[in-house]
């Protein structure tokens, strides 16, 4: 039984989709205006988890997320570049789509754009107007809140105090300050659709609300988005699709992922966000990393919680992603577990069945019973780590186990950590073809010239072979310097940018 946390009941449920085995998930997408930051990073990378889980367990899943390419901000950034703006969302939506497939996020089942839904949203509207919730003035439309009971539940904010706290908004044709946009009178130079209410264009809570409905129905199991959502667009979302559908209408069930935290080297820490100028964009961090790194980060922490990501500067005043210097050490150690498990098991008899060494036996009922708990990504990694330990330590003492069973102990872990690719998405690159990109980073980074490396280990070899282990040693001390590890093997030698 999977088991999530609801953000509106605030504790741990089990998971009762409307339809059996069938689960409907909405996840609230970018507004694209931008590229995408770490912070947009973490929301996608957790639901994409969230999804893979949910498959692999049995359920057929109906994920859609949203483009919010009709948006105040996108409109600002047109107007400052000159360009219309529904081009410049078109553009910053290829940029969103190449960051999620270099994080190896599965696409979503329907990705709905506003502009291409504005038939869906005028229904909505109209409808709310028609049942009293909804009111026009001078072709704008508000959503009434004082008529929706409910407002503030899942947020648990009082309506009187809101009331109180709420600035005199510049609108003043509103008739209370919580009133919130469903429909927008159309200004010079922006895009804007015919209504009923004349030329416009959506307000920002509207178009979930509407394209929700339009794919899952006007009931579906579960809503995402990150915690700043929370207030006021996913309790907006509330008020205006249970006005237009019921009491028992919209979402089942509420999740939302932490922040990321962003710590500097003088110890400051503040949540990542472009308002304060302290986010970093996933293509500036996958200049200096691999993306599967970035995803290794973030699925450290458990979705719930926030994530500080340490940064520092470089001596050219360049940002040095602390974190994710580690989380790399992490993959490489994996991927160099599996490559050595990849050559212990190319040759030899086939391993058979029988008796394999702990955790082995076990960590995949363990996994994913940290999954099923309300999808703990750290827990589940946890449980990787002693599986890695567990294989190095059958690799470097062969006679720690008997043969047959340390063989079947290393395919029972390459075939773990196949499994926990397919929910996690990480461990599933071929691990030469990943060690070896890695070593090419590395030496660009640190400017290490790989021919210059072969052609040293070329004239340590000959020194070896003359048995002039003084010249041999120097070389190695040489590579060294340069920043270069030797590894010898009994298959040869191989080496490996430092880190």
Request: aromatic share 8%.
């Amino acid at each position: 039984m999977i088991r999530l946390y609801d953000t509106t009941s605030r504790e741990k449920v089990d998971l009762t989709p409307r339809q059996p085995e069938h689960v409907g998930i909405y996840v609230c997408g970018p507004t694209v205006y931008d590229k995408c930051h770490v912070g947009h990073a973490r929301v996608y990378v957790a639901f994409d988890v969230v999804v893979r889980h949910l498959r692999a367990s049995g359920y057929q899943v109906t994920y859609v997320r949203n483009l919010t390419d009709v948006d105040d901000k996108i409109i600002r950034r047109a107007a400052e570049l000159g360009q219309d703006p529904l081009v410049l969302s078109a553009h910053f939506i290829d940029e969103f789509h190449a960051d999620m497939r270099a994080l190896g996020n599965l696409p979503p089942d329907a990705e709905p754009r506003v502009s291409q839904h504005i038939d869906d949203i005028v229904d909505l509207v109209r409808q709310l107007v028609a049942d009293g919730y909804g009111y026009e003035m001078d072709h704008d439309v508000y959503f009434e809140v004082d008529r929706f009971a409910d407002y503030g539940r899942l947020s648990r904010r009082n309506l009187d105090d809101l009331r109180v706290g709420a600035r005199v908004d510049v609108d003043q044709r509103k008739r209370k300050p919580l009133d919130f946009a469903l429909w927008k009178a159309a200004k010079p130079g922006e895009p804007s659709w015919t209504s009923p209410w004349g030329a416009g264009r959506p307000g920002w809570h509207i178009e979930c609300s509407a394209m929700s409905r339009r794919y899952l129905g006007s009931s579906f199991d579960i809503h995402g988005g990150g915690m700043d959502l929370i207030f006021p667009h996913h309790e907006n979302e509330i008020a205006q699709s249970r006005a237009a559908d019921g009491a028992n209408a919209f979402a089942r069930y509420w999740m939302h992922n932490g922040f990321i935290n962003v710590r500097t080297s003088a110890g400051a820490e503040e949540k990542m966000s472009k308002s304060l100028g302290n986010f970093f964009t996933i293509q500036q961090v996958l200049e200096q990393h691999e993306p599967e790194a970035l995803r290794l980060f973030l699925l450290g922490t458990h979705y719930r919680k926030p994530i500080v990501f340490e940064v520092d500067a470089r001596a050219d005043g360049s940002p040095r992603f602390v974190s994710l210097e580690d989380a790399e050490g992490r993959l490489a150690y994996a991927y160099a577990t599996l490559d050595r498990i990849q050559q212990a098991l190319s040759t030899g008899k086939p391993v058979g069945v029988g008796e394999t060494l702990p955790p082995a036996d076990q960590i995949v009922q363990r996994f994913d019973a940290a999954l099923d708990d309300d999808f703990n990504t750290a827990a589940a990694l946890g449980l990787t780590s002693e599986l890695l330990t567990l294989a190095n330590k059958l690799l470097d003492q062969p006679k720690a186990a008997p043969k047959d069973v340390r063989r079947r102990t290393l395919q029972a872990t390459w075939d773990t950590l196949a499994h926990v690719n397919e929910r996690l998405g990480v461990f599933g690159q071929d691990p030469g073809s990943y060690l070896l990109r890695r070593r090419e980073r590395l030496c660009t980074l640190r400017g290490v010239n790989p021919d210059d490396v072969e052609q040293l280990m070329a004239r340590r070899a000959t020194a070896r072979g003359a048995k002039d282990f003084q010249q041999a040693d120097q070389i190695r001390e040489e590579l060294t310097c340069m920043g270069v590890e030797l590894m010898d093997t009994p298959a040869g030698t191989t080496w490996r940018c430092s880190e």
